[in-house]
């Protein structure tokens, strides 16, 4: 299982950015997804996950700002961050899981400028 994410960068605060996260060597449409993200000097947090039939969840703080969602046809979820705020600075993570195994991309560096 692969999962290569992008779309980090510097953004200023209030504005918006998505990130997307590839899957490859998964049926993709039968796992389901998740973001987390780890700040500096934090431990990693889950921020969003979306089950194989579309339902989402979120932590608090970003209820309202973030949309999770998925596109099977192309093997790919997205994350999309509107009113962006500094403590959104992470580096953020794309996550899988099936058969009791963990599958994580490579972080993407999201910073949020005041």
């Known amino acids: 299982v692969q999962l290569q994410a992008s779309g980090g960068g510097l953004v200023q605060a209030g504005g918006a950015m998505r990130l997307s996260c590839a899957a490859s060597?998964?049926?993709?449409?039968?796992?389901?997804m998740a973001w987390y993200r780890q700040a500096p000097e934090k431990q990693r947090e889950l921020v969003a996950t979306?089950?194989?039939?579309?339902?989402?969840g979120y932590v608090d703080s970003v209820k309202g700002r973030f949309t999770i969602s998925r596109d099977n046809a192309r093997n790919t979820v997205y994350l999309q961050m509107d009113s962006l705020k500094p403590e959104d600075t992470a580096v953020y993570y794309c996550?899988?899981?099936?058969?009791?195994?963990?599958?994580w991309g490579k972080g993407t560096l999201v910073t949020v400028s005041s």
């Open positions: 996550k899988t899981w099936f058969r009791g195994v963990d599958y």
């Open positions: 060597q998964i049926i993709f449409s039968t796992v389901n």
């Open positions: 979306i089950t194989t039939g579309g339902g989402t």
